[in-house]
């Protein structure tokens, strides 16, 4: 009996496997998972039938520059992942090193807020909450019933009684107080920015490039003025959501996009060689400091949504402290002390502060009935047995006690 013909296709199978596997007639069976008897008729009939390979015969030398061809790609997928994740600390490095000349931050923190050399004599570690200054807002009385006013002029002169009564309350609240330092910090909105609200756009005072250098004069002249009072002055730094560049709060490059963050960077610049004066300017919406073993932990507010008439904003602080209270505690970051800027109302607790705000009352607040509040700053000491004193700072004159006469409508 006749054997049955091989197909020519079959053939010529067997023969491009051939040269596709190196010429390798063994590597070419387990490529078609054929037994080597039948990959051998087959190739044996390719040969009978003077069949060429179509597809393209591997070299020594083709086979490296396959190889070659494979690992370029490979290195170009791998160098675009490593841009991908690296993007955001590449951005603030570079930022502060290229531009700004700044060496990298040391994750220690000073130790006179951790250890003073002493602690006889010693009256603690003030901390000035300096936030929610928004800087370049105009407020007008007229469409909040008089109420308040704010604007550029009221800003500085609010930020000298700052920096005045901070002074005469430390200095007049103890006899011949020791200090060993003050931490100024910064948590965020301090200014008004262009992006959050579009009436801010049309009535700020200024647009917010030529706003922000005049700011950071304004925290230099304040730091200059500490530092003529402290021997040192420490500068935590977060960023808050009037100063985003952004529409929407962003997730990814929180910091870096938000004037917040650029007024740090151009304080810091300003101070590079006063070793009196340190930065801790944070990438992230947290920060985390230590003065003598009392851990703060430092955000603006604008994560913490809700609140109602009754309650006001207590509600929503309370659960996103608990709630961000949990996630550090998993992250072996725990605290003690938050610090929350963003409500514009000065509540001063043990475990929880709340700043108030420069402008004090505003045509968001009135519109949205919210009760009235005068412009405000925290201010307070830390000692080694815990917060030992509590001394708000109001930044205006308190309303007379007068009520305010009504306007007659004469009968028909």
């Not at 179509?54 to 030398?61: C, F, G, K, L």
């Not at 050399?117 to 105009?138: H, M, R």
């Not at 407020?139 to 800003?155: D, G, L, M, R």
């Not at 405000?376 to 030992?388: D, P, Y």
Request: with cysteine; aromatic share 8%.
């Amino acid at each position: 009996m006749a054997r049955a013909k091989l197909d020519p296709a079959l053939a010529q199978e067997a023969l491009d496997t051939f040269h596709s596997k190196g010429q390798n007639k063994a590597a070419a069976a387990t490529e078609l998972n054929l037994p080597r008897a039948t990959y051998r008729g087959r190739y044996i009939e390719a040969q009978r039938l003077k069949l060429t390979p179509t597809v393209p015969v591997e070299t020594p030398e083709s086979k490296w520059a396959l190889k070659r061809v494979e690992l370029e790609n490979e290195i170009r997928t791998l160098r675009s992942t490593l841009r991908e994740v690296q993007r955001e600390e590449i951005t603030r490095e570079s930022i502060r090193k290229h531009l700004f000349a700044l060496r990298d931050y040391d994750p220690n923190p000073p130790k006179w807020m951790v250890t003073p050399k002493t602690t006889k004599g010693v009256n603690g570690v003030p901390i000035l909450f300096a936030s929610d200054w928004q800087w370049g807002e105009v407020i007008q009385p007229a469409e909040i019933n008089n109420f308040n006013a704010f604007n550029i002029e009221i800003a500085h002169e609010r930020v000298r009684t700052l920096i005045q009564k901070t002074i005469g309350l430390l200095y007049g609240e103890f006899r011949n107080p020791s200090f060993p330092g003050i931490v100024f910090a910064l948590g965020g909105d301090m200014v008004s920015g262009d992006s959050l609200h579009e009436d801010l756009t049309r009535t700020n005072a200024e647009r917010v490039m030529p706003i922000v250098l005049e700011l950071v004069d304004v925290l230099a002249w304040c730091i200059d003025t500490l530092l003529e009072h402290f021997p040192r002055v420490h500068i935590p730094s977060v960023p808050g959501n009037h100063g985003r560049t952004s529409r929407k709060p962003p997730s990814k490059e929180l910091a870096v996009t938000n004037w917040d963050w650029l007024i740090g960077q151009l304080l810091e610049r300003r101070y590079a060689g006063n070793d009196r004066v340190t930065f801790q300017i944070e990438s992230s919406p947290d920060c985390y400091f230590r003065v003598l073993g009392r851990r703060y932990c430092m955000t603006h507010g604008d994560q913490f949504r809700g609140g109602d008439g009754i309650i006001g904003p207590l509600g929503p602080i309370t659960r996103g402290r608990m709630k961000k209270a949990a996630r550090d505690t998993i992250m072996r970051q725990p605290w003690d002390t938050m610090m929350v800027g963003h409500f514009h109302t000065l509540i001063q607790l043990d475990h929880l502060i709340v700043n108030g705000s420069l402008p004090g009352y505003s045509e968001f607040a009135y519109q949205h009935n919210m009760p009235p509040t005068r412009p405000a700053q925290g201010l307070w000491i830390t000692h080694e047995e815990g917060i030992t004193h509590q001394l708000p700072i109001y930044l205006d004159e308190p309303q007379p006690a007068t009520e305010k006469s009504w306007v007659s409508i004469p009968g028909q």
